[in-house]
């Protein structure tokens, strides 16, 4: 008998990983192709080839990516091998056709078919020379599909971004473009909508009477490690503000889609960021770290780590105050706020409610403690999960008020080994679902927003370092929040 066909198995195509010797290649896309690959998701005749622009054999390729132990068994692994190829390719002209030709050659060996998935983990300067090459190569074909994934950030600014995308739109198609934030793969990211739009418990709520303000914090431990070259250039604002933290923010504040296809839903995205308000000086903080200390041992201070100048100006911490003009959001602040080593590693957004009105609790003296605000909790990692922070009271005599939990621990329910962000999106990228990747106009309004607060940039910078390391960031971050409102971090009963 055979086995019955797997329904997420993806069309054959060639998978082609250029940037392969890179970090991100190991770390995350080459172990995500395995985890998809394990799973029975990849066809068959599906070839893996990673790019490298030095000699480099397959098993040198393979040695390289880092597969976790007890991620696939020794057979899984064989048969994975086996549909990986290295390919050598300098990025230039002369040697373009022998690229070409390789993986056609491995294509049709394989019965792969004209189909090219091409995966740009490069970076940013090397997107468009790359596409161009690959077009004037012939390397994409007519009988077959095309598709481009770029990894962030894309551009520099909203002027480099735009140049970006002009010259990579003269080749392709915004349909086969895909824009990738891994924060749109992840598991509690993506229930935001879920939760907001499929349960009239948080659905009715989500509105300016009732939500006080929301907070979104990503919170990193580690440093530059070893990425300084790009970080120096980037800074938070750059490498998370205008992704990450503008994405959770869209999909927290985004009114409910038309229907659940992938213009809908990013139509709704890029909604929000057109009605935010640019930012002005006051509306934020910038931040970097001095020595301090993460989970018990001495760190040094950005400055000197190496390959960062030691008089570098680069903002290593932001936070925000956001403010979205529209009649859902009139009058609610959202707070975004982005570190490198902070006290703890975490991602999560606080919705916290507007104080019950009256005075019941308050005013009578018999009562011990006061109600404090729900705050509904979207723990986006670690210890995936929702909860929320209601009032209760304490058993026994008396009135006495406490604050209760009410918790749904995702990762309790579904287990640590649900898929990862990349697994799930380079399937999507697979079966040509661009739901989860940043469509060009929600790029455009993100690096208009973000350009506003780079251009109102005073001389915080003279103050860096202003935070030591293993902190929750400047002191100045605290008062952004104004009217005795404190930073949160959800209260996670089970970790
Ligand atoms: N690493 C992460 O965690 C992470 C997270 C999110 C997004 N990203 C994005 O992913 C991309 C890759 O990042 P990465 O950390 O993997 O960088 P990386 O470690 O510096 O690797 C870059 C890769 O690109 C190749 N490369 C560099 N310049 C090139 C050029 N001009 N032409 C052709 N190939 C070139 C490198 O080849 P050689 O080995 O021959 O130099 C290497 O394979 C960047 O756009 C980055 O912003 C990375």
Redo the contacts with the bound molecule.
Sequence with gaps: MTAPANANRCEPCVIIV???????????IFPALHALHRRGFLHPATPIVGV???PMSDAELLASVHIGEGEGDADGLRAFAQSVRCIVFD?TEATLPGFVAAVDELASERGAGAARAAY???????FE??AALLVKGGFFHDDGWRRLCF???FGHDLASARELNAKITRHFDESSIYRID?YLGKELVRNLMVMRFANPLFGQIWNSEFIDHVQVTIAETLGAEG?A??YEKAGAVRDMLQNHLMHVLALAAMEAPKALDADSVRDAMVEVLRKMVPPVRGDFVLGQFGPGEVGGKPVPGYREEPGVDPSSLTETFVAVRACIDNPRWQGVPFFLRTGKRMGKKLAEANIVLRAQPGCLFRADRAVEGEPGPNVISIRIQPNEGISVEFTVKAPGEGLRLETAVMEHCHHCVYGLNTAEAYEILLHEFLVGDQTLFTRWDFVEASWRWVDALTAARGCEAAAFPNYVAGTSGPAEAEALLGDGRDWLVSRDILS
Excluded at 18 to 28: H, N, V, W
Excluded at 120 to 126: E, N
């Design positions: 250029f940037g392969a010797t890179g970090d991100l290649a190991k770390r995350k490298s622009r030095r990025h740009f983990a490069l970076p940013a300067d090397a020379p790359t990894e962030k950030p891994h990425r070259g790009y």
